[in-house]
């Protein structure tokens, strides 16, 4: 009966610690002919999966959770293999992705036990014809996995306010990653730190989407905040620009069908693809109830999330650097649920040697948490400030 829940809904698995999963030293790629391998060492033997998915081009291989202990400096391409990386997917899965410049097929994926134990993790892939490529993927038609992640905790008589916090990314999509420092780290400390004063003052209820390292679809993003019934859902993540380093400054983004620039069309595009990132074939879809209720709902929220937004922004504004156009609109899926206020904050660019200074200090982290909960605080205090003169208005 689980698959009749969603994701979101279904109780979290166990942690395990990361010193308890095997752990991948040592990778090689290298290529021979029309063939490249690539290698790894694990601390244990363990099973492996593997398969390939077109469009984008890539081979998906599925292990056990593990500990990737891979240099930075290791080689990451060769031959057709423009790219690979790794990370968690689920609380008990894995996944290495190998980006392809021209089809392949698997010619071996394994794990051979050697000598102490030890295993040594083998993919082998050779160049094959598009048709032949097309094929093999039309065979593995891999279901979206039951992420887990926080059962709704909502309790009866609950009268605190519900916000949901969003750190971006996670386990095997680490983001934007700039001289080994990685998006999904940035924004979970943050999100921790966030998490930890908002509920200092006792006034909110707040539930994290992610609180580790691991993999969360946008779609179970949207559905945590939508079923904990959250009163605001705040996605956090750090931009990074090829070509633009002296661009800086934290921006706070609302959604809408049409972007309100090309920057902000290419930010949400690239966040969009998450999901890909991950290897998971997915499609923006929320399951409504057609209607004038539902038009109505949308409305309301779009008005609530401007008004939190704008605040936002004006709170930031008196606390850290902001981009030269710090609010922006565009088609985000995370923040796609009809019937909650949500924002996304780019607390900065990655791709700045000052922002990226300025994202890895607690001094600026604390600054930027405070301005935020002080948004929070004032959102609320204007919403309840608001029902006040309504009531007053109907006496």
């Known amino acids: 009966m689980a698959g009749a829940f969603p994701a979101w809904a279904q109780p979290k698995a166990e942690s395990r610690a990361q010193s308890e999963y095997p752990v991948a030293t040592d990778a090689r790629i290298e290529q021979s002919g029309e063939t490249v391998r690539l290698t790894m060492m694990l601390s244990a033997s363990v099973a492996v999966d593997a398969w ?12 056990p959770s593990t500990n990737f202990q891979i240099q930075p400096s290791a080689k990451r391409s060769a031959g057709f293999v423009s790219g690979y990386r790794y990370g968690l997917f689920t609380a008990d899965k894995a996944r290495i992705i190998i980006d392809l410049a021209h089809p392949a097929a698997i010619v071996r994926a394994e794990v051979k036990t050697v000598r102490g134990g030890f295993g040594e993790l ?4 050779k160049k094959t014809a598009r048709a032949d490529f097309l094929a093999e993927a039309g065979k593995v038609l891999k279901p979206a996995p039951a992420i887990p992640a926080p059962a709704p905790t909502k309790t009866a008589g ?7 916090i969003d750190p971006g990314h996670g386990g095997i999509d680490p983001g934007a990653t700039v001289a080994a420092i990685a998006e999904k780290a940035v924004v979970l400390a943050f999100g921790k730190a966030l998490k930890e004063q908002l509920e200092a003052n006792g006034r ?4 994290m989407t992610r609180d580790d390292d691991r993999f969360v679809s946008l779609g179970d993003r949207v559905q945590i905040g939508r079923g904990e019934q959250a009163d605001l859902f705040i996605s956090i993540h750090a931009d990074s620009l090829t070509q633009a380093q002296e661009v800086r400054g934290a921006t706070v983004y609302t959604r809408s069908e049409r972007a309100t620039d090309a920057e902000a069309a290419r930010l949400a595009a690239k966040e969009n693809e998450a999901d890909a990132v991950a290897g998971l074939e997915t499609s923006e879809e929320l399951q409504d109830v057609a209607g004038i209720l539902m038009d109505l709902a949308r409305r309301e929220t779009r008005t609530f999330t401007g008004v939190f937004a704008r605040n936002l922004v004006e709170k930031l504004g008196g606390s850290i650097k902001m981009h030269k156009i710090p609010l922006r609109s565009a088609r985000f899926w995370v923040l796609s649920a009809p019937d909650v206020p949500s924002v996304l ?3 900065g660019y990655m791709s700045s040697p000052k922002d990226a200074e300025l994202l890895n200090s607690p001094e600026w982290r604390g600054k930027a948490v405070t301005a935020v909960s002080a948004a929070i605080d004032d959102y609320f205090a204007r ?7 309504a009531a007053e208005s109907r006496n």
């Open 345 to 347: 904050i780019e607390l």
């Open 158 to 164: 609950e009268t605190r306010r519900t916000i949901v």
């Open 204 to 207: 909110y209820r707040i539930v």
């Open 383 to 389: 919403e309840r400030a608001s029902v006040g003169k």
């Open 52 to 63: 390939v998915q077109a469009a984008p081009d890539r081979v998906i291989v599925e292990l």
């Open 122 to 125: 083998t993919i082998e892939l």
